[in-house]
């Protein structure tokens, strides 16, 4: 099969999607021309013109406002924010209004939009540009949250958030933005809520998100030349979670690692932990549950510093031998 | 009633040449709202209420006028003083009592309250409970509007201390650009919840801003309903010819306290009673329609009877409805 | 001692505060004449002018930016954010300014402000107006996150937020404020990241915060009717957190109960779960570590739902009998 | 340069009547930024600095012309295209460029970069990452001005795009309405990163939106140095002697792209060209004195040496310099 990459992805299912249902327009700052900060509109003006692709003013309160009433009334916005870091500025449209406007109005709207955050560290833009805040909105209910690691899975789920009735947090990951895998050409769905098992194993369950799916692969990989049997589960949803596949590993495995980028302190993770340790897989448990979460610290914009803040292939690696106390 | 209110007043009611019927109509809201907002005060003092709730006694002319020109279709976002706007704009007394009485025959079936009252059926979005939150929204509604070519105006309700949330400022701009059929309505009434406007801004008038989108702007006096119609009917129809936005000051005031819990140390009682004594937009509407012959004083009265029996039907209705069942908890919460 | 309510020690905390150091000075909506919101600046105007006690224009975004600019630059200030629910709107200031500016520029700043956040439901407020989102502060490195439980905390507490010279989040109750209990006249502070034993007990561990921590109590007592030894942990610093104090406690009892207001998903209390889960306390525990928050719900209007959506002292009973499989 | 442009330059020069030694100086400091920002861009090229990073060139008379009624206590905000701003106020360019180069002897230890260069000692409050941000902070250092008696005045720098974002008008009103020492100084260098203002909003002038906070505003040529001294200097006496807030805008261009990733397909190649040759602060500024005879060409010559020397150094000092160790991680998180 073909191989493109995770922008691509995401904009091949923008483009699908916009083809089939014209309601589906997009909205950001510097989405025309420019493409984006990151590339992902590149030319879909040319396609579907300024008014579908409509490039906004520096306005995030505005433009997150504006797509959620446009979502209520009968439209179905994708909304970029540029840097996921400045959804702070859009949370009020998003925290109390989008998730929480059908329940206020006892079920009488809905708010079909998809809110695009580029996020996470790795490219030297430091502490402002470089946040992974994605649990602040699991902590949301009404809102849903999407976080996928590779472009096939990109695809399929953005088309599947754009359909969703409800306000979803697409979680992308701007080092993954060039990550090639393959992904079919027509459009597909991949429901939102269902876990993928990245790997198989036996040994040790590692739950991991976001770009942490790839480093527990590779370290998974690492850890079968020393005979460990190593499983990764990625949620690709938070919210809602798959919490069968989860439990099911950890009851088969006993041993658990749970891999996030964000702030190890409050990070989604600490979700996944909480869930096992109040469940009945609590009693498969051989050993605790670990964590591996980003440094308690602003991102640094010194290369070995942002890279000591958050985990990397080898930290999997030790945390693994650590589960099997070797 | 001064006689310089009473001669713009009389003026208009000429110029704007409306029916009979829809005036009647008008005077009815306005006393149906007066009515609505006594009322809810009782219930809050028998405790039938809990919460908050913000009343808008004294600033009915505001909320009929501004929806008089305004179709089914069309929408309006509101605020936290909600309830005027949306009896106005047609939103049904029984099902807000309800919902004030948090039972499930209620807008919200309970969920929401006063803040939150909505009304998609009659175009009403919604009141909010986050101060200028209906500006961004009502031009995303409008955007939609636009975008559809469906041809409703939205008209945004918001009040003098919104106008310094950056939301204001973000959708202001945002509509002008994109050039969206939407009418911004600030209800001035000289205070936010204690803060006075005149301190709060270091302006004439909130009207002056419109300048900074390009928006034309005007300031009325929204205590005389056929001012607030006439300059809002002008908005709408540029709105509804693709003539953009219009930012609309209408000054007025609220007779009550922000809140149930508002001693209102920062105004006067003075003040206070020369607003209710020569400033009451139902006396001044009253007086125009007796003066031009549209009403008596026995339709007054017998509009009011309608009004009162109005509302205790609706409270009966409320008061009679059930609460909501406790697994309504974990619904309406996801599509 | 002369008991006083929570508001008052938070009025009397401030005022003390003020007459001490003349940096101090409050800033706010409305807490002026009308003495905010809850009534909690009440009179404060009218000894320390309007100066130091700022009315400000509606303007979450402005006010809290001012307050961080103060603070880098000599003062000290307290902000009140009228419902902590409007915080959405001064995100940024917290959150990419204050929080990380001592990082971001190497250590050359400081920003000693308190922010104060009336948080919680049971006031029937609804969806907008009820929220507990201190989670997300603790889940940004460079704030503190403060959550009093009673008058006497919250004066001691509040004294050593404002006295601390990073940015505190100070999260009040509003169910809380009308509650007396003895408090000090003279000014003392309660230093920030220790816990307090609120009771002490053999057989169960709960560890609640805010609100929850009364109702842990109240639980307590009835389960002690039943035989059942409970020991409550208020950790009443979230950031920094007391950990040693949580481990000890879990040690001891070997079972956990972690209840809290927010919202269930990704509340502060799944980092006190994670924290024993991958701790060695681990090796202690004879159960599940159990959790209760909130509702996976925006918080309802009418009474009986906005109770159902949160912890009632029942729950509490119920889920440590559950803990002892009673 | 055309005659209508020297024309003002050179009238202003008089008017003015600056010291030939702060005129070299100020000559010598935008030399020193647009070599700063060349230099810089090789190092990206060479793939020395990672991450991202804007550059000011063409925009010097700004940065240079705006700091110049400063005193070393005034303060200033600034943005993330903030290196201009920096040097202006008298930062050090060789921790400048440490910082850049990620080691531990620039200004943030090696943890900020581009966006985050600060200078607590000669009043440079901070580069900011997130647009507008540095408004609602200048307010607040204003504020602590004004409360401490301290007698600084605050400047805050921020682009064209930056007036469309809520923190802008709240911070204005709040500036306004507590009447604080502060100068808003909009560089309108026409775009955001891709967007044109002309089509992000719909006003002729940001300078208008001044009105709307009772803040006195004017539009002033950005690249004639000697136009931002007379404007901001009296800006900053009126702040200076209590009378509050001013809004002003400069029109300037950026030459380079927004970052180093922009190819630049908003504008056309030609009106970059025709800013280039006909509207460069630096050029514009040097005939100016060459006219007016306070330097001559070799002066000119020697200014652009010592700067290139001083980057030179600046770069030698930086590469040099140590990286941060890894346990600099968790430190300066808390106080
Ligand atoms: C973002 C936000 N800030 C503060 C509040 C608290 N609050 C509710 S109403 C109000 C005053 C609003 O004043 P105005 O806009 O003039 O409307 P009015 O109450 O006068 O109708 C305030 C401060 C809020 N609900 N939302
Ligand atoms: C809140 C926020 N939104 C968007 C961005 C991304 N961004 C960085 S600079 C910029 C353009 C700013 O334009 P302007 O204010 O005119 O400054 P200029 O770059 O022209 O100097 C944008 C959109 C950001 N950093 N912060
Ligand atoms: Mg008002
Ligand atoms: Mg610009």
């Keep these: 099969m073909r191989e493109i990459s995770y922008s691509e992805a995401v904009r091949e299912s923008m483009s699908q999607m916009m083809r089939e249902d014209e309601d589906v327009y997009i909205l950001g700052e510097d989405i025309g021309v420019y493409g984006g900060a990151f590339g992902v509109t590149s030319g879909m003006i040319d396609e579907f013109g300024p008014e579908r692709v409509r490039i906004t003013p520096i306005s995030e309160a505005a433009i997150s406002g504006c797509a959620v009433g446009s979502a209520m009334t009968g439209m179905r916005p994708i909304l970029e924010i540029q840097f996921s870091d400045f959804v702070v500025i859009a949370m009020d449209n998003i925290v109390n209004q989008a998730a929480k406007m059908r329940y206020m109005f006892g079920g009488k709207a809905k708010v079909p939009m998809v809110v695009r955050l580029p996020s996470g560290s790795g490219a030297g833009f430091a502490a402002q540009h470089s946040q992974s805040l994605e649990a602040w909105m699991t902590h949301i209910p009404g809102l849903k949250v999407v976080q996928p690691s590779n472009a096939y899975d990109a695809k399929g789920l953005l088309a599947a958030a754009i359909k969703d009735d409800n306000p979803v947090m697409f979680y992308e990951h701007k080092m993954l933005y060039n990550v090639k895998s393959e992904v079919p050409e027509e459009l597909y769905e991949i429901p939102l809520g269902v876990a993928d098992i990245k790997r198989e194993g036996k040994d040790v369950t590692i739950i991991a998100t976001g770009l942490m799916v790839n480093r527990a692969l590779e370290a998974a990989e690492q850890l079968a030349a020393e005979g460990i049997d190593v499983e990764v589960i990625d949620p690709r949803t938070l919210v809602p979670l798959d919490e069968k596949a989860i439990l099911q590993s950890v009851k088969k495995t006993g041993r658990v690692l749970v891999a996030y980028e964000a702030v190890k302190r409050n990070g989604f993770g600490t979700e996944i932990v909480s869930l096992i340790a109040e469940s009945d897989a609590f009693d498969y448990l051989d050993a605790p549950i670990l964590r591996l979460g980003g440094a308690e610290a602003p991102i640094p914009y010194n290369p070995e510093l942002e890279k000591a803040a958050i985990p990397q292939v080898h930290d999997i690696y030790q945390k693994c031998l650590e589960l099997l106390n070797r | ?335």
């Design chain 2, 1 to 335: 009633m001064s006689n310089q209110l009473k001669g713009v007043s009389n003026q208009l009611i000429n110029e704007l040449n409306l029916e009979k019927h829809d005036l009647t109509k008008m005077m009815y809201d306005m006393i149906l709202i007066r009515k609505f907002e006594e009322n809810l005060k009782q219930l809050y003092q028998q405790g039938k209420i809990h919460g908050t709730m913000h009343l808008c006694i004294g600033q009915e002319a505001t909320a009929v006028g501004a929806c008089f020109p305004l179709t089914k279709e069309d929408k309006i976002t509101s605020t936290h003083r909600g309830h005027g706007h949306s009896i106005a704009k047609g939103t049904d007394v029984n099902k807000m009592v309800a919902e004030l009485l948090g039972k499930v025959t209620g807008y919200c079936k309970g969920k929401g309250g006063s803040m939150h009252i909505a009304d998609m059926e009659v175009g009403n979005l919604g009141a909010n409970g986050i101060v200028a939150a209906g500006l961004p929204l009502g031009t995303g509604a409008a955007l939609t509007s636009q975008m559809k070519k469906l041809g409703y105006v939205v008209l945004c309700f918001f009040g003098d201390g919104a106008t310094n949330e950056g939301a204001f400022h973000e959708s202001l701009n945002l509509a002008s650009v994109w050039n969206l059929p939407i009418v911004f309505f600030c209800e001035n009434n000289l205070y936010g919840m204690s803060g006075s406007i005149k301190e709060m801004t270091n302006i004439e008038s909130i009207a002056v801003r419109g300048a900074s989108y390009g928006i034309p702007s005007e300031t009325i006096d929204g205590n005389d309903i056929l001012e607030v119609i006439k300059a809002t009917t002008a908005a709408v129809e540029r709105a509804r010819h693709n003539n953009g936005p219009t930012l609309i000051e209408a000054n007025t005031y609220r007779w009550e306290g922000h809140s149930r819990s508002d001693a209102r140390k920062y105004r006067t009682r003075e003040e206070e009673k020369e607003w209710k004594k020569s400033n009451d937009p139902i006396e001044r509407f009253k007086t125009v329609l007796l003066e031009n012959g549209i009403i008596t004083e026995d339709d007054f009265a017998e509009l009011n009877e309608k009004a009162i029996k109005q509302i205790q039907d609706a409270v009966e209705f409320a008061e009679s409805s059930e609460s909501p069942s406790l697994d309504t908890l974990m619904t309406d919460i996801y599509v």
